[in-house]
């Protein structure tokens, strides 16, 4: 009998098209032609490189964050059948399109949270690259998947939280003895305390190895992106923080590992890019054939492992505080971090000062431990206001 899974394409939502996750999905999705299709492209601001992909790929919607970037939109697509909406409320709504089978939320921060909730409220899969979602908002998440049907589900493209999906593929989590997650260390992993003092918004952009944008590069060399995905793995593998290891591994070649009961660890390699986890993603439970050069191990003759400092990158050890602490704090400790990784690359705020900046207002937003939608939106703004209000004290 032949399977011929080319007859259902999957139709794809992709929020956040213009960033470099979004980029590499609409790469990977060129590389499947029949497979998979572009239903909807949403971006934030950068509205010609939206018009330009829209052009190419041809989706049914195209949305931009920036209502008064869409008289610009309408006419960069004129004559052409493709719906154009602008706004928050728009970006959240077209997820639920009957169009719509995978919705890779691919924005950066917090605004990624509403569209993903939206999305499994309407039992779409969810590839999900926007760490935020899972730090802010777990618990709720977690009930909501819990809820919905058997067919909604989260596949992670964080390219850690993809390895530890493979490694536990056909093993129950009850042997999972350990999640080791794999940090490149950023940067700034081997200079001093002092010299961390002296660091400029250039030297943090400059990724050893992977291509990112600038708000994930900067939590990579603060190593709060670690934390972050500390706290994803806690929710999507149902895996308590005691049980989650951080090891800086500066060859980004091991994405991640797990340690079973019996002693046994399972590690997935592969070259540092992102297309990788992506493909797993939109084509799981299959493979997808690549003419993507492999991994080739030779190059790499030595694979080295260190414990993470948290003494000088303190944010990583205020995650762990963090989901202890439980409650609203997650949404807390993301939200001061946003403003802290903007006030540095504005030049607002020195890299040494921005865990001192995310502590202070964790101290000044008031605990709650619910974790319901409208308490942690009131917890978002909350803490935003305290900490730019502690900012221009600072």
Request: glycine share 6%; aromatic share 6%.
């Amino acid at each position: 009998m032949t399977n011929n899974h080319h007859d259902n394409t999957r139709n794809i939502a992709i929020l956040g098209s213009t960033g470099s996750i979004g980029t590499q999905t609409l790469d990977v999705i060129s590389e499947y032609p029949g497979r998979f299709r572009a239903t909807v492209l949403t971006a934030n601001t950068n509205v010609e490189m939206l018009a330009a992909q829209a052009r190419k790929y041809l989706p049914r919607q195209v949305v931009i964050g920036r209502e008064e970037l869409l008289p610009r939109l309408r006419d960069m697509l004129a004559g052409l059948p493709i719906e154009t909406s602008a706004g928050a409320s728009a970006i959240e709504q077209c997820v639920a399109r009957d169009d719509v089978d995978t919705v890779v939320t691919a924005m950066v921060g917090y605004s990624g949270l509403a569209p993903t909730i939206n999305a499994i409220r309407n039992n779409k899969c969810i590839a999900l690259a926007n760490k935020e979602t899972l730090v802010v908002a777990g618990e709720l998440i977690t009930s909501l998947l819990r809820e919905s049907d058997s067919t909604t589900h989260i596949i992670p493209v964080d390219s850690e939280h993809s390895a530890i999906f493979q490694c536990l593929e056909g093993e129950t989590t009850e042997h999972a003895s350990k999640i080791i997650l794999t940090a490149s260390g950023g940067p700034f992993r081997t200079l001093s305390a002092e010299r961390l003092k002296q660091v400029t918004v250039a030297d943090a952009l400059h990724h050893p190895n992977w291509d990112m944008g600038a708000k994930v590069t900067i939590d990579s060399a603060s190593m709060m992106n670690k934390g972050f995905e500390m706290i994803e793995a806690h929710w999507l593998f149902d895996c308590p923080a005691s049980k989650i290891e951080v090891v800086v591994h500066p060859q980004s070649i091991v994405h991640s590992m797990v340690q079973f009961a019996d002693g046994s660890v399972k590690a997935q390699l592969g070259v540092p890019d992102m297309h990788l986890p992506i493909r797993y993603a939109l084509g799981y439970p299959e493979r997808l054939h690549t003419s993507q050069p492999p991994l080739s191990l030779e190059q790499y003759s030595r694979l080295s492992f260190e414990a993470p400092d948290t003494d000088r990158f303190p944010l990583l050890r205020y995650a762990f505080d963090a989901i202890e602490a439980g409650g609203n704090t997650p949404c807390v400790l993301n939200a001061a971090n946003e403003i802290a990784v903007s006030a540095f690359l504005n030049g607002r705020l020195p890299f040494v000062e921005m865990p001192g900046l995310v502590a202070a207002t964790i101290e000044a937003v008031a605990y709650s431990p619910h974790t319901d939608y409208d308490t942690l939106v009131q917890t978002n703004a909350e803490a935003r206001a305290k900490a730019e209000e502690i900012l221009t004290i600072l």
